[in-house]
């Protein structure tokens, strides 16, 4: 309880640091902020003329929306991924370019860290909402979905900064760690149905049956991926505008709050040392 009402009397300098994140970022552009939709935008694109006009891959139509724009499917899980992977990137650097502040001021830590998933919040939120009107204008009825669209944006916030929290610290005292979590990354990502339906590979489970002989199947091991949960509840909310999969919600919930907690727990036990070993 002490820790946490240390953090919560550093809420000053953590709104401070995320805004100076945010205002730094854009600073001296002439789009600003229009620019945090520049990458997903550019992907969005690339995938699309690969994956939906050379290998045809075609997601399931929007159920009960009817919507069938692999465009908008394919941002509807690009977004939250572009998401999660800067914030990681971000966080694992924080201590280390904020190495002078931490060796010559006392402060709560991990306000570093959580400035930069504060910040990487504040670009999605923007990058959300033109998602939002683009689903809308193309059909989708969106708008009841949105509170819990929110919740799911927290809950995934809260995984992300347990990952970045956890790398922080490895990065610190293992400088290869920024260069190894960038390689993770893209095999994380295309392991995960972002840029193509997971019908595809349900095909090739159903061809290949149980692995090594026994019941489990490819889809299987594709379900432990935490991310392949998170990006299926995005879909059906806003892709497909329905009620989520309870037991995947319930997934995500447990994997949100289980990567926080043992973030902040790793973080706590690692912060007095930090100042040195940086």
């Not at 969005?44 to 139509?61: C, E, G, N, Q, S």
Request: glycine share 6%; net charge positive.
């Amino acid at each position: 309880m002490g820790y946490i009402n240390e953090v919560i009397s550093s809420r000053e300098l953590l709104v401070n640091l995320t805004m100076r994140e945010v205002k730094g970022k854009y600073k001296r552009t002439v789009f600003g902020q229009l620019w945090s939709l520049a990458n997903p935008l550019a992907a969005m694109l690339i995938y699309t003329f690969v994956f939906a006009f050379i290998f045809k891959a075609h997601p399931d139509r929007g159920n009960p929306s009817g919507l069938d724009v692999f465009a908008l499917w394919l941002l509807c899980g690009l977004l939250p991924w572009t998401f999660l992977a800067t914030t990681i990137n971000a966080g694992l650097g924080s201590l280390i370019a904020n190495a002078g502040l931490v060796q010559k001021v006392y402060f709560s830590r991990i306000v570093l860290p959580l400035s930069n998933v504060a910040a990487s919040g504040y670009n999605w939120l923007f990058e959300m909402g033109v998602l939002v009107v683009a689903l809308s204008i193309a059909g989708a009825f969106v708008l009841p979905w949105l509170p819990l669209v929110v919740v799911l944006m927290v809950l995934l916030a809260l995984f992300a900064a347990g990952i970045a929290l956890m790398l922080a610290v490895a990065n610190v005292y293992f400088r290869d760690t920024q260069n190894f979590v960038g390689i993770l990354l893209q095999i994380w990502m295309y392991l995960t149905p972002i840029i193509y339906p997971l019908n595809l590979v349900q095909d090739q489970s159903d061809r290949i049956g149980g692995l090594f002989g026994t019941s489990i199947t490819l889809v299987d091991v594709f379900r432990l991926n935490p991310m392949e949960n998170f990006v299926d509840v995005f879909r059906q909310l806003l892709y497909d505008n329905r009620w989520p999969n309870a037991s995947t919600f319930l997934v995500c919930t447990l994997w949100a709050f289980g990567s926080f907690i043992v973030g902040v727990w790793v973080f706590r036990r690692n912060e007095k040392n930090l100042a040195e070993a940086l």
